[in-house]
C-alpha cells in the first residue's frame, strides 16, 4: 500500500524556472492539499481540491498554480520561482467520509537559488 | 488570530521521564476536531490522533495519552516513559467544521529531545 507519494523529493531550480511537484495517492482519496512549511510559520495551506476538476485557494496561493484532471493526481506549479518560495511543501489527502483526517505525504525540499 | 497556540517551543528531558505537550486552540465553531502529528527528524508527518469537539473522552495509545477538556480549549499530549525515538517536533492541528476548505491550521510545534 504506497498512500501517499511525492516526486522529486528534492529540487533545486532557479528563479524564474517553472517547477512542478508531483503528489499521487492509492486511497482514492477525494480531498487533497498542498502545504508549505516554513521556519516561523509552521505549515500553511497553499491549495486544495475537494475532488477531479475541483480546486480552490487556500491561504497563500500566489505564485502557484494546481490542476486535478485525476483523482489521485495533484500536481502543484511554481509558475516562475522565486527566492521566498524556497521550502519544504506537503502534500496531504483525506477521504470523504474522514475527511477531517488529512494523510501527509513525505514532503519535497524545494530550494530556489 | 493564531487559532492554535502551543506555548512550549521546546522541551528535553531524560529516557523514561513523562513528557506533556500543551495545546489551546480558539475557535467559534461548535462542531470541530482536534489533531496531533508528529514529524521526526526524517521530515514526514505522521498523524497520530483525531478528536470531534462532541467527544472529551480521554485517549490512551500505548505509551501516548491525550487529555481534551473544552472548559479550557485544551487537548494536551503525554508521553509516557519516553523514549529516544520519541524525539521529534509535535504539531497540534485544528480543522472546524465550518470551513469550506478544511484547512488544518496548526499550530508552531514543539520540538522533543530525548536523552539516553
Not at chain 1, 498554480?65 to 495533484?74: A, G, I, P, Q
Not at chain 1, 496531504?92 to 505525504?105: M, R
Not at chain 2, 489551546?24 to 478528536?51: A, C, M
Not at chain 2, 495519552?65 to 521529534?88: L, R
Request: with cysteine.
Amino acid at each position: 500500500d504506497a498512500g501517499i507519494t511525492q516526486s522529486p523529493r528534492y529540487k533545486i531550480t532557479e528563479t524564474g524556472r517553472q517547477v512542478t511537484l508531483m503528489c499521487h495517492q492509492t486511497w482514492s482519496h477525494s480531498y487533497m492539499f498542498w502545504y508549505r512549511q516554513d521556519l516561523g510559520h509552521g505549515l500553511r495551506l497553499i491549495y486544495y481540491s475537494a475532488a477531479a476538476d475541483i480546486t480552490d485557494k487556500g491561504e497563500v496561493p500566489d505564485g502557484y498554480v494546481v490542476s486535478r484532471s485525476k483523482t489521485e493526481n495533484f500536481p502543484l506549479t511554481l509558475e516562475s520561482a522565486t527566492r521566498s518560495q524556497t521550502s519544504v511543501y506537503f502534500c496531504a489527502s483525506s477521504d470523504l467520509g474522514l475527511k477531517e483526517t488529512q494523510y501527509f505525504g513525505p514532503g519535497t525540499r524545494l530550494l530556489v537559488l | 488570530a493564531q487559532k492554535v497556540t502551543q506555548a512550549q517551543t521546546e522541551i528535553s528531558v531524560v529516557e523514561k521521564e513523562d513528557v506533556t505537550l500543551d495545546c489551546v486552540y480558539e475557535t467559534r465553531d461548535t462542531t470541530y476536531y482536534l489533531f496531533w502529528y508528529k514529524q521526526p527528524p526524517s521530515g514526514e508527518l505522521v498523524f497520530l490522533i483525531r478528536r470531534n469537539s462532541f467527544d472529551e473522552q480521554n485517549e490512551i495509545s500505548g505509551r501516548y495519552s491525550w487529555n481534551f477538556q473544552k472548559s479550557t480549549s485544551s487537548f494536551n499530549f503525554t508521553i509516557t516513559a519516553s523514549q529516544v525515538v520519541d524525539s521529534a517536533v509535535y504539531f497540534c492541528a485544528l480543522s472546524e467544521a465550518g470551513s469550506n476548505d478544511y484547512k488544518l491550521s496548526f499550530g508552531a510545534g514543539t520540538t522533543v529531545t530525548v536523552r539516553a
